[in-house]
Structure formats: structure tokens, C-alpha cells
């Protein structure tokens, strides 16, 4: 029909025209995988948030999600998505399942509060091993990790859980690694928190139910 591309009417070719047509195009591809990336979350969240109510407190409790963690936030600590909004307060509980708690609230702001571990420095525990009921004083460790300074002739063993009572009874450690001192006449247990921090995602958010088993130092961060 034409005997070379010179020839093709503008009206069928336009370079300009062309180039910004694909512009157009490459902004709607990127509209729509970012709309596929959004999809892909909300499904992903739907479905943890699912598996995460199969094991929610029997209390009365506010699911929240972490949205973040350390390092964007200060080591043993946690940042979730819910705040007053839903009647979050200072000294709630953050826990896991029906039975592991592992951390407090220390600040609430609209739609976020901030969570110290049950691992920070700060945090002290009159608590128990759940095998015995011995009594035992924990020591927030840092980085997810606690510590207990105990008599050698204690009755404890590695992979005993740790144990608080809230009016409920929580697990807030397992231990990993015990050392005796024979000279000193005492063994120290080096004790983690019973969950993995950096995978968490679904939480639960319940009223401090007892004061009665632990002096946690909620000092702000």
C-alpha cells in the first residue's frame, strides 16, 4: 500500500503519539499491580487473622495486628494497630493465645499503642515453674531473652515453662540453657521468650486481670 514508513499518513503513525500511549499504559500496569499487591496483603491478613481465632483468649480480649518491630522500633518493644480508639490502656496484657503472654502495654496513642516485652531489661517477674510450682524471680534478658538466678538445689530443667498468674495462668518463657555454680552454691537459667518476635502478626489485647504475680517496670522507653 505504501511504499516505505515516510509514506504512512501521520494520522496512522505518530511517533510522539505512540510513545505517550505506552506511557499511559506502563502507569495503568503500575496502578494495577499495585492494586494486585494490595489484594495480596488484604488476603494474607485476612487468612492469618482466621488461623490467629482459632486460638483466641477466653477472655475478653481486642485482636490487633504488630505493624511494627525492632529495629523500626526500640528493641523490645512492639508497635500494634490498635490504640483508644477500641479502649486499649496502659497495663493491658499482650498476648498470643489463650495461654502465652508477652508483653504490657506502655503507651496508647489514637490508633496505635506501644508494647514492652516481657524479655526488656526493665521488666521483673515473681513467677513459677508450671512443672512444680516452685517459685522463681525473672529478669528481663533483652532481645527476647529472660534470666533467673536460682538456689543449685532448685528442682529445673531445660524446656520447663515459666509461668504467671494473672487470675489466669500464662506462659511467659521456656527454658533454654542452664549453668551451675557449684562454688557459689547457685545455677542460672537462661530463659526465651515462648514465641518467635519477628514472626508475629495477629495479637490479642486484654485488661490486666491481677496485679498479684509480677512488679513489671513499665518506665517509658
Known sequence: MYQNIDDIPEKFWSKDKLLQEVGVLREKEKELNLKLSDISALQSENREFRNGLKIKPEQEFVSAFVIARPPQVPFDTLLI????????????????????MIGKVI??????????????????????????????????????????????????????????????????????EIEEE??????????????????????????????????INEDPI
Open 81 to 100: 494497630n490498635k490504640g483508644l480508639e477500641v479502649g486499649v490502656k496502659v497495663g493491658d496484657l499482650l498476648l498470643v493465645s489463650d495461654s502465652i
Open 182 to 215: 557449684e562454688i557459689s552454691g547457685f545455677k542460672h537459667a537462661f530463659i526465651s521468650l515462648p514465641v518467635n518476635v519477628s514472626s508475629l502478626g495477629l495479637v490479642f489485647i486484654t485488661s490486666h486481670l491481677s496485679n498479684s504475680a509480677d512488679s
Open 107 to 176: 503507651e496508647v496513642r489514637e490508633y496505635s499503642s506501644l508494647v514492652l516485652l516481657n524479655s526488656s531489661p526493665s521488666a521483673y517477674f515473681t513467677a513459677n515453674i508450671s512443672r512444680n510450682n516452685e517459685p522463681i524471680e525473672v529478669f528481663g534478658r533483652g532481645s527476647g531473652n529472660l534470666y533467673a538466678k536460682l538456689p543449685i538445689v532448685t528442682d529445673l530443667e531445660i524446656g520447663d515453662v515459666i509461668v504467671l498468674n494473672y487470675g489466669k495462668v500464662f506462659s511467659i518463657g521456656i527454658v533454654k
